[in-house]
């Protein structure tokens, strides 16, 4: 079975610009989160989603959104990029309710540099 | 707000120590607590899961340990190994959820 899997691996873009960030649960998994690691830092949570609905945010501008689709993958938005913004963005994958209820899977994750 | 904090920040041993790293919460209304490891530059992998109900989880050499009353978890790691390099991370919550601070572990040969 394949396992959590983001796309794009790695990209570069510069500050004022969007970028959108892509995750696939594991099958039979219905909840996603996200979550973003600074460089030397641990990871701060972003946003869970269960069943196409927002379960949970964390402390983070309304410039990041996500959504999940039907299929269960879900996408990570963030509007008007600032140099900060640059990270690793992770996504985990568990099979239901609240992520913290469950044995989660995490993705390589996403390497955002903004210039 | 919960904050969950990790002691030491950084522990450094030769291989075959038993170790132990701690991870304190403030808020006790928890729902589980994981650890993790990850390893450099890589995503996060799950080691063990405690429920809310439970007191103890084992999986091979590791054991950890929650008493949720006092706010702390545990991780013990037997006969530690080089392959055992890694940064380790407590995570818990409901709706937000919380990594704690991280402790970097150096298992020397």
């Known amino acids: 079975d394949a396992g959590v899997t983001q796309s794009p691996t790695h990209l570069i873009k510069t500050r004022g610009q969007h970028v959108t960030l892509r995750c696939s649960p594991i099958s039979g998994h219905k909840s996603v989160s996200w979550y973003q690691q600074v460089l030397g830092q641990g990871p701060q949570f972003i946003f869970q989603y269960y069943e196409k609905e927002e379960r949970g945010r964390g402390n983070f501008p309304d410039r990041f959104s996500a959504r999940q689709f039907p299929n269960y993958s879900s996408e990570l938005n963030v509007n008007a990029l600032l140099l900060g913004d640059s990270a690793l963005y992770l996504c985990a994958s568990s099979r239901g309710g609240f992520s913290g209820a469950n044995v989660l899977t995490f993705g390589a994750g996403s390497r955002l540099t903004v210039l | 707000k919960q904050e969950v904090t990790q002691i030491p920040a950084a522990l450094s041993v030769p291989e075959g120590e038993n170790l132990v790293l701690n991870c304190s919460f403030t808020d006790s209304a928890i729902y589980n607590l994981q650890w993790f490891r990850q390893d450099p530059g890589k995503g996060l992998t799950s080691l063990l899961l405690?429920?809310?109900?439970?007191r103890e989880q084992t999986s091979g050499r590791l054991n950890a340990s929650l008493d949720k009353s006092s706010g702390r978890s545990t991780l013990y790691i037997a006969a530690s190994q080089p392959g055992d390099s890694a940064t380790y991370l407590c995570f818990t919550g409901f709706q937000k959820l919380v990594f704690g601070t991280g402790t970097r572990l150096l298992v020397s040969p």
């Open positions: 405690i429920q809310s109900s439970q």
